[in-house]
């Protein structure tokens, strides 16, 4: 079977897109959470926090012609995918448009912002505000289409358009095309933009945080006074490429992917099981022929809601050593929606090459539901990882599990 390694990385976070940024940042125990008072108008909307990369201006960032299919979803997409060609050293190269080279990217939805035309029409038959483009910018494979369209793309196209584990799954079916000889090289990824529509989505299940008074202490994953999620956005773009292509080319190696596990759990939309979780975690270890107590490190899921925290950990609990050590990144960016699994894959990589991983922010007492694992916490812990598990876990019961290897 084809090996497949990790060539380029590149993202958006609400704390900045370079790993260097964002390390500082994390190291200085800051967050990307915000009060946001554009919601202020949105009365029912309990929650007043997000974590948006207000940094990230999209409007003219590439030429016009280019983005007339793209709101901003899409250009948090093509922005980190040309980013992470170019760390690869791909971004002149002639496989991109060879028919061997395809994408595998998702959103939870596309941009909200294009919608408000087709409400409008729905209510009152008029167009206005409708373009050809309108439902380009809308639709869920927005990210995927700009990508493949902006690159010049020929090959292998897969919309992972899951929730939360649109990045995990575009990077577990990226490497399956490369393994099985469908691919050369792919772009995986997701990405996701702020909105209150996406907010509101987990309000009515009373599941945000109203820590509005004090952003800076939600949201708080595995925590047991946590009082929900906080909505982010951002994206990040994974290169992936088949070994010996890139040895043939001289490309950096930052990981190779070993492991993929993914299923469902086939029995309700929003309450998750621990049993299928668990299963899902070793798939992924039998696809990488591993053993429990190689992985030195798991990138949780860690949302901060009661069902979601206690059922994931249980189940990686039940999998891994109970000393296995685990950290969620969404106590610093909030929940990143469809982006989540290619930024926690991205930086997982990027801490198991630097040796320290990030703490739990926002980590004060451990819920007693959760499982037994090492629960990092006071500052970075140095950890000589050859193996990290990256898992994710979205509504309808998707699990997903990646297992990345030291790249030496």
Not at 12 to 20: E, K, Q
Not at 37 to 66: C, M, Q, S, V
Request: charged residues 20%.
């Amino acid at each position: 079977m084809r090996r497949v390694v990790v060539t380029g990385m590149a993202g958006v976070t609400p704390l900045g897109a370079d790993w260097s940024d964002i390390r500082a940042a994390m190291g200085e125990g800051r967050t990307g959470v915000r009060y946001i008072e554009a919601w202020d108008r949105l009365g029912d909307l309990r929650t007043r926090l997000g974590a948006p990369a207000t940094y990230f201006e999209h409007e003219k960032i590439f030429p016009r012609k280019k983005m007339r299919s793209m709101g901003r979803v899409a250009i948090l997409a093509v922005r980190s995918a040309e980013r992470a060609l170019a760390a690869a050293g791909l971004t002149d190269d002639p496989v991109l448009t060879s028919g061997r080279a395809g994408v595998a990217f998702g959103s939870s939805y596309g941009s909200t912002e294009s919608t408000k035309g087709f409400v409008h029409f729905m209510d009152s038959g008029e167009a206005t505000g409708l373009s050809a483009m309108s439902y380009i910018k809308m639709m869920s494979h927005t990210a995927a289409i700009n990508i493949g369209i902006f690159f010049g793309l020929q090959g292998r196209i897969i919309t992972t358009s899951s929730a939360c584990t649109s990045g995990s799954q575009a990077i577990g079916y990226s490497c399956e095309a490369i393994r099985y000889g469908h691919a050369d090289v792919m772009i995986a990824g997701g990405a996701e933009e702020l909105c209150p529509t996406m907010a509101i989505v987990f309000d009515t299940l009373f599941a945000t945080s109203c820590r509005n008074d004090a952003p800076h202490t939600a949201p708080c994953p595995y925590d047991r006074d946590r009082d929900g999620l906080v909505i982010g956005e951002g994206a990040a773009a994974l290169i992936l490429e088949e070994r010996e292509h890139a040895l043939a080319r001289g490309a950096t190696i930052y990981a190779e992917i070993v492991g993929f596990g993914t299923n469902m759990d086939g029995s309700h939309v929003t309450d998750p099981k621990s049993e299928t979780m668990a299963r899902a975690l070793q798939l992924a270890l039998d696809d990488s022929g591993l053993s429990a107590d190689t992985i030195a490190f798991v990138s949780g899921h860690g949302t901060a809601t009661l069902q979601g925290d206690v059922a994931e950990t249980i189940a990686t609990a039940s999998v891994l050593r109970s000393s296995t050590p685990i950290h969620s990144l969404k106590g610093y960016f909030g929940h990143t929606l469809g982006a989540c699994g290619a930024i926690e894959a991205w930086l997982a990589i990027e801490m198991m090459r630097d040796g320290h991983f990030a703490p739990n922010i926002n980590l004060r007492n451990v819920d007693e539901n959760c499982g037994e694992l090492d629960y990092i916490v006071d500052g970075f812990r140095q950890i000589d990882a050859e193996f990290v598990m990256s898992n994710n876990f979205a509504f309808g019961g998707v699990n997903t599990s990646l297992i990345f290897k030291h790249y030496a």
